[in-house]
């Protein structure tokens, strides 16, 4: 099912095709850098099949990213319930992405995101939509700023998900953008 399509890009749920990419964007150490850990080929087929189901149940999830000239899957970009509790309201959608590095530098995340916002704000209806990250993860708040998401500082926090072990990685900062403050 495509969800989405922009000049270059298709969004949609992931193939069977796909499982090797996914497994690739999961173990990769410089797609990885500041997550914890990195997933197993047997990890991130369970994240492939969770993720899928999500996109089946109700529209939303990490939807494959497909440069529409090729075919290729490249990475990841989605709409998901953010599931931090205690951090943000049960509702709290997030925007994430990841990609594999060969497709760096291209805006394809940026290209996809933008859509995705507008998606998710005026044709799913949301008021709001965040996005988080590691704080020194400049890759990805740049992405943040260039789709027109703003700085939160209120709703920064150590991550419950990171391992006392990487305490240069518990620092996030929050993004968000509102149906008011999109487009500006």
């Known amino acids: 099912m495509i969800i989405l399509e922009t000049p270059r890009l298709r969004l949609r749920n992931w193939l069977e095709a796909d499982r090797d990419l996914f497994r690739e964007i999961n173990s990769d150490p410089k797609v990885m850098e500041f997550f914890p850990f990195r997933r197993s080929h047997a990890e991130a087929d369970?994240?492939?099949?969770?993720?899928?189901?999500?996109?089946?149940?109700?529209?939303?999830?990490?939807?494959a990213v497909e440069l529409k000239e090729t075919g290729e899957?490249?990475?990841?970009?989605?709409?998901?319930?953010?599931n931090m509790a205690g951090i943000f309201p049960i509702e709290t959608i997030e925007i994430g992405w990841r990609l594999a590095t060969r497709f760096w530098g291209n805006g394809y995340i940026t290209e996809a995101a933008r859509a995705l916002l507008d998606y998710g704000l005026n044709i799913r209806g949301l008021e709001t939509i965040i996005s988080?990250?590691?704080?020194?993860?400049?890759?990805?708040?740049?992405?943040?700023?260039?789709?027109?998401?703003?700085?939160?500082?209120?709703?920064?926090?150590?991550?419950?998900?990171?391992?006392?072990?990487h305490p240069h990685l518990k620092r996030h900062v929050t993004y968000a953008v509102t149906k008011e403050t999109a487009g500006r």
Not at 55 to 63: C, K, N, S, T, V
Request: charged content about 25%; proline content about 8%.
């Open 73 to 82: 899957a490249m990475g990841f970009c989605g709409l998901a319930p953010a």
């Open 132 to 165: 988080f990250a590691v704080a020194d993860n400049h890759r990805s708040t740049a992405v943040m700023r260039r789709i027109g998401m703003t700085p939160c500082p209120d709703l920064d926090f150590d991550s419950p998900r990171v391992p006392d072990t």
């Open 46 to 63: 369970l994240l492939f099949d969770r993720v899928n189901a999500m996109i089946r149940e109700d529209g939303l999830g990490f939807y």
